[in-house]
């Protein structure tokens, strides 16, 4: 997945010293935005229709929620590699 890429690069950076190839950060306010569109549409989505797909509906709020953390994740460890002393 998306931010699970993410974190491979970040942890692999953290770990090796290297420069992720990637902009974590860029793309960790990219999952935010995307945590925050799916929030809203679902919301608009059981503002219409309350009886339906509760359920399925917490559900994939609580799954966006999680790969939002997961891209919190790995800008911290991008930020830890950058501290880190060389190898």
């Known amino acids: 997945s998306f931010a699970q890429a993410r974190f491979e690069a970040a942890s692999r950076a953290f770990l090796t010293g290297e420069t992720p190839e990637i902009d974590i950060a860029k793309q960790d306010q990219d999952i935010n935005v995307g945590e925050r569109l799916v929030r809203r549409l679902v919301l608009e989505h059981l503002a219409l229709n ?8 917490l559900a994939l709020i609580s799954i ?3 790969v939002e953390r997961i891209g919190d994740y790995a800008k911290s460890l991008s930020e830890l590699a950058l501290l880190r002393p060389p190898v």
């Open 50 to 57: 309350p009886q339906q797909d509760l359920p399925a509906s």
């Open 64 to 66: 966006i929620h999680d």
